[in-house]
């Protein structure tokens, strides 16, 4: 069954260092997302994608964060100067034509130490 | 912005039990979706709801859509160790590449 699967799965980072997480979206899917879930909390959203350009993002996606596809399979998320506040997994998820049915990736847990 | 709260915030049941929870909004949304989470793992799409009024069911899971549009329940019957997790309700305001709210979650354990 096809999936979301996410790199790492785990990034440890210090303060102000830059980081990019990976995402390879179901292939024949059109509109990509970013989320994240602080520990124990719900799950937020980042950024949508769609067309090659960013659709929506909410008031966390501030300058420091940028998303990305590079080629025809990966989408990524680079947050500039990672702050202790950034600690969180983070979700990426797809989905096809509709836009409606969201299919997330495993996460990637990044800590700032 | 949108809020969405679950109730209960969590449950403790005996397996073969059944099990209900509901998502409510401050506001309208068109598209109901339901998601559970295992520790340290990604939200798993489980029932997609399209229409005020609309019951749809996946295996020992029914959700259904409320007619205020405001509103979602889900049900599992005939509960087993694996349904323990987390289960979010998502509400999505239209069609197409429009983010997903999510609720504060239900947390549901089994005692064995």
């Known amino acids: 069954e096809p999936e979301v699967t996410q790199t790492p799965s785990h990034q440890v980072t210090q303060m102000g260092q830059e980081v990019i997480l990976r995402c390879v979206p179901i292939?024949?899917?059109?509109?990509f997302y970013w989320y994240r879930q602080i520990l124990g909390q719900k799950v937020e959203f980042l950024v949508s994608f769609y067309n090659n350009e960013i659709s929506e993002k909410s008031e966390i996606f501030d300058d420091q964060f940028s998303v990305e596809r590079p080629d025809g399979s990966n989408f990524t998320l680079k947050i500039r100067s990672t702050k202790l506040e950034d600690s969180a997994m983070y979700f990426c998820?797809?989905?096809?034509?509709?836009?409606?049915?969201?299919?997330f990736g495993q996460g990637t847990r990044l800590t700032v130490v | 912005g949108q809020q969405l709260n679950q109730s209960p915030q969590s449950m403790f049941i005996q397996e073969g039990e059944d099990v209900s929870m509901n998502c409510t909004s401050s506001s309208i949304f068109n598209t109901w979706l339901w998601y559970k989470q295992d520790p340290g793992e990604g939200p798993v799409l489980l029932i997609a709801?399209?229409?005020?009024?609309e019951l749809t069911s996946n295996g020992r899971l029914t959700a259904q859509f409320g007619i205020t549009r405001k509103d979602s329940f889900l049900n599992i019957s005939a509960s087993i160790p694996s349904d323990v997790g987390i289960y979010f309700c998502?509400?999505?305001?239209?069609?197409?590449?429009?983010?997903?709210?999510f609720g504060t979650g239900t947390r549901l354990t089994i005692i064995p």
């Open positions: 998502a509400g999505q305001l239209n069609f197409g590449n429009e983010k997903l709210t």
């Open positions: 709801l399209y229409k005020a009024g």
């Open positions: 292939s024949n899917h059109l509109y």
């Open positions: 998820a797809s989905s096809g034509v509709t836009g409606t049915e969201a299919f």
